[in-house]
């Protein structure tokens, strides 16, 4: 069992940057793939990132690619999303998962889910 608590979220102008973090419980947490997902009000949930257990793997939707970065510290049981040029169509609550897969760019993929944290950029 994993739970997951994000942070980290918050209200910037477009252009600016924020850091989210993802806490993790459990000593399990370096045996999983961790992703990033968000959601926008309508909208279906859709893939951000993610990153292996080991670090050694990433891979990044085309709309954020260049602009955000994913990172984690297994000592830490920590998963980060660096965001950088934020865009108001970036605009949408942020959910880190975890999975035992690979890694995964499915949301059905994940086993495990946070509550998310509301990303809001203004124009």
């Known amino acids: 069992q994993v739970q997951l608590v994000e942070s980290g979220g918050g209200l910037v102008q477009a252009g600016g940057s924020l850091r989210l973090s993802c806490a993790a419980s459990?000593?399990?947490?370096?045996?999983?793939?961790m992703g990033w997902f968000r959601q926008a009000p309508g909208k279906e949930r859709e893939f951000v990132t993610t990153?292996?257990?080991?670090?050694?793997?990433?891979y990044y939707a085309d709309s954020v690619k260049g602009r955000f970065t994913i990172s984690r510290d297994n000592a830490k049981n920590t998963v980060y999303l660096q965001m950088n040029s934020l865009k108001p169509e970036d605009t949408a609550v942020y959910y880190c998962?975890?999975?035992?897969?690979?890694?995964?760019?499915?949301?059905?993929?994940?086993?495990?889910w946070g509550q998310g944290t509301q990303v809001i950029v203004s124009s």
């Open positions: 998962a975890a999975t035992s897969r690979f890694m995964g760019v499915d949301p059905t993929e994940y086993n495990y």
């Open positions: 459990g000593r399990t947490f370096s045996s999983y793939a």
């Open positions: 990153i292996s257990w080991n670090g050694g793997s990433k």
